[in-house]
């Protein structure tokens, strides 16, 4: 079978694992359901068309592995039912490509002029189908949730849903079409890289010819396969952020508050000394935000989730440092995951990023660092990165091993309108030292938080010998001011303004 041979003559180690993979996935399917009991969706897309030949080889291999005599000659196509729903809005490419790829692997076509679920509806009550082969790949709009064999969703006609191709990229797609040498739609030739309808796809304008202007390169030519929609027109939306503000409110006048988790056995043991949160607490203050909560917890799953969980929903973002990466010990996106309650699925547009990044170091099937929490993952990209910052809601992860790179983090974290970081009003703070005891200025300075609970009033000493500082932080300077005035009148010249609380 010219598939089979082609992919295990090739060097290319992970598409010979991909491969396998979803053979065995169509093999499995073919074994659980009767021939006549499944059917194979085609749009003729890339994705579809790998899918086809997958089937074509999946079935050679099922009926070579059943026993018998069998004509291995009679089986090189896959004789599968096969479901197009044709769309008005749909390229003539795509249609002309669909019906001479059905011609030409003898596919049983049913194309069908209504909108898939009721498609569907009438489909399954004419002839019982229980499996349908689909394209779908991780990084699809309907991917999430999804597994191998998916029930369909609720209130939709039920059937088993068979995606071989699910944790394949748009690396693999091009890898398996070029290695096998099979026809695809001309239109990838001539620059589209993602296709919808006519109205809401037009050429990646990555893959333009430089020279020219005018033409362009064939998709497989896009080195990066996360910009694979690209070429997919988008909706003008007005520019707001992630937690709901306008962007252009640069003064917000409303509190805003930040919790700081740091993941590391190693500062619990002591083996080194946490920076970094401390240095992460300077910088929320200083763009006007109040840290409400800091906690640094072991390298396991459920403390971490215990942390999110409890911060996530008091607090307008929450901060993670530590705990990414291979190891076993990296445990900090399963813990997000397990707080928002989703599963860790790979993520095709992040798995380029690493393939990029690590290059020949990475050859497996199944990057473990590319799995992240599934459904509420925006990846924050940057010019300035060399990978994209993970935010899972109101949660980012941040991957600053020391205060360089949280330098580097941050600068890019207030540079990107997606994290959700908008500036407050700058926090204003006055401070004033004194040598007097603790219990002699307690009780005034226990009424001016009851006067002034609009300012922070804190005190600390150096040392126990050592001055008294007293800390009024707000956010309105004639308050601040006057809170501090309040409490020198009251203790004529025991009081000195210093620079700072340290």
Known sequence: ME????????????????????????????????????????????????????????????????????EMNTIQNCPVRTIYFESPCAFPEINSFTYETVSTYGLPLETIHSDFKSGLEGLLKERPTKAIFIGTRIGDPNAVGQEQFSPSSPGWPPFMRVNPILDWSYRDVWSFLLTCKVKYCSLYDQGYTSIGSIYDTVPNALLSDSSTGKSFRPAYMLSDGRLERAGRTKKNISSVSSNGTNSTDVEQTISRSASIIVVGDEILFSTVEDKLGAALCKKLHAIGWRVSHVAVVSNEIDSVAEEVERCKSTDDMVFIVGGLGPLHSDISLAGVAKAFGVRLAPDEEFEEYLSQLIGDNYTGDRNEMALLPEGITELLHHKMLPLPLIKCKNVVTLAATNLDELETEWGCLLDTQESGLAMAKPFVSKHLSTSLLDVKIA???????????????????????????????????????????????????QFFQVDSCK
């Open 3 to 70: 598939i089979d041979r082609a992919v295990r003559a090739s060097s290319d180690r992970r598409l010979r694992t991909k491969y396998d993979n979803a053979v065995y996935v169509v093999q499995r399917a073919f074994a659980l359901y009767r021939f006549e009991e499944v059917a194979f969706s085609f749009n003729g897309g890339k994705d579809s068309t790998v899918l086809l030949h997958l089937l074509r080889a999946g079935y050679y291999l099922h009926k070579s592995s059943s026993g018998g005599e069998v």
């Open 443 to 493: 009780p005034v300075v226990a009424k001016l938080c009851i006067d002034f609970s609009d300012v922070y009033i804190g005190s600390h000493r150096i040392s126990r010998s050592g001055p008294l500082v007293v800390s009024f932080i707000g956010k309105d300077n004639q308050r601040v001011e006057a809170a501090a005035q309040k409490l020198t009148s009251n203790f004529e010249g």
